[in-house]
């Protein structure tokens, strides 16, 4: 069982930054990616970037391109995601998540973090 845990989260004003980090337990043979989704308040959630594990792809949601940038450290067991530029639309709930295959929807996960809250303030 893999267990996901997220730190980093807060508040912060339009325009600023923070850095979500997310370390994994374990990491098995079938761990292909890592990524982000998040769920804003009444809304289903969505994918945000994700990070092939073995490869160095990275896919981006088109409402975070350009402002967000994900990473990992094989060594640590852990993903980065820095975000720049926050507007109060990214005020969510943010999950890690691991995949055995490239993940762009929440379906494509199979282990999940119990998330971290990003609040965005006008």
């Known amino acids: 069982q893999v267990q996901l845990v997220e730190s980093g989260g807060g508040l912060v004003q339009a325009g600023g930054s923070l850095s979500l980090s997310c370390t994994a337990s374990i990491l098995t043979a079938h761990t292909y990616s890592m990524g982000w989704f998040r769920r804003a308040t009444g809304k289903e959630r969505e994918f945000v970037a994700t990070i092939d594990w073995n490869g160095d792809k990275r896919v981006y949601s088109d409402s975070v391109k350009g402002r967000f940038t994900i990473s990992r450290d094989t060594t640590k067991k852990t993903i980065y995601l820095q975000m720049n530029s926050l507007k109060p639309e990214d005020t969510a709930l943010y999950y890690c998540?691991?995949?055995?295959?490239?993940?762009?929807?929440?379906?494509?996960?199979?282990?999940w973090g119990q998330g971290t809250q990003v609040t965005v303030s006008s």
């Open positions: 998540a691991v995949g055995a295959r490239s993940m762009l929807t929440p379906s494509d996960a199979a282990y």
